[in-house]
């Protein structure tokens, strides 16, 4: 069974950095889509970043600039390089993982992803 494992997660002041880190296990696919989604209580799951294994790499607009995704292969382990963070970045952060490669990049439909990690809190003071 693939497993997700995200840590990183943390308090910080408003223009703040924090890098998430989510250790993938017993993944076997050369193909993937990698994605961090964030949700805070009574909202819904908001994807924000998306990398697949062909190269692309895309973001929502909230956070375009500021925050960088990226994949060590070699330590199976996807991050989320944070800056300028702003406290309405606060929210439960997941990675999600999905064998099977888009024709676009901007992949953020719940459903589109098979596997989930159990999440890191961030949280943001101003």
Known sequence: QVQLVESGGGTV???GSLRLS????RYTSSRYRMAWFRQVPGKEREGIAVMDSD???????????RFTI????????LYLQMNSLKPEDTAMYHCAAEPWVAPVCWVVV???Y????QGTQVTVSS
Request: charged fraction near 25%; proline fraction near 0%; glycine fraction near 12%.
């Open 13 to 15: 002041q408003a223009g």
């Open 22 to 25: 989510c250790v993938v296990s």
């Open 55 to 65: 190269g692309r790499t895309c973001y929502a607009d909230s956070v375009r600039g």
């Open 70 to 77: 990226s994949k060590d292969n070699a330590k199976n382990t």
């Open 110 to 112: 719940v459903e589109s």
């Open 114 to 117: 098979r596997y989930w990690g």
